[in-house]
């Protein structure tokens, strides 16, 4: 079993992580009101102005991706317990 890592925010994922804590907070929960709601705030996405709901959307997505990883190899006792040959 692989220890978890731990992962300290960047400065720009913090400011996004409390905007986006006290948008939902005021129940702003639709995309085009955290867009919005965003856009009246001090974060802006890289190399734009604004945002938009498809930069959100792949901000979102980019920030949450899993990092790659070794793959999990399974040790020869346990394999030989799951083997389908006889």
């Known amino acids: 079993m692989q220890d978890p890592v731990a992962i300290t925010p960047?400065?720009?994922?913090?400011?996004?992580?409390?905007n986006l804590i006290q948008i939902l907070s005021r129940k702003v929960h639709d995309l085009p009101g955290i867009v919005a709601a965003?856009?009246?705030?001090?974060v802006r996405p890289a190399g734009q102005s604004q945002w938009t709901e498809a930069l959100f959307c792949a901000e979102?997505?980019?920030?949450?991706?899993?990092?790659?990883h070794e793959p999990l190899t399974v040790p020869p006792s346990v394999a030989r317990v799951f083997s389908t040959k006889s």
């Open 10 to 18: 960047s400065p720009y994922e913090a400011a996004l992580c409390q």
């Open 60 to 68: 979102i997505k980019r920030l949450g991706a899993i990092p790659e």
């Open 38 to 42: 965003l856009n009246q705030g001090e």
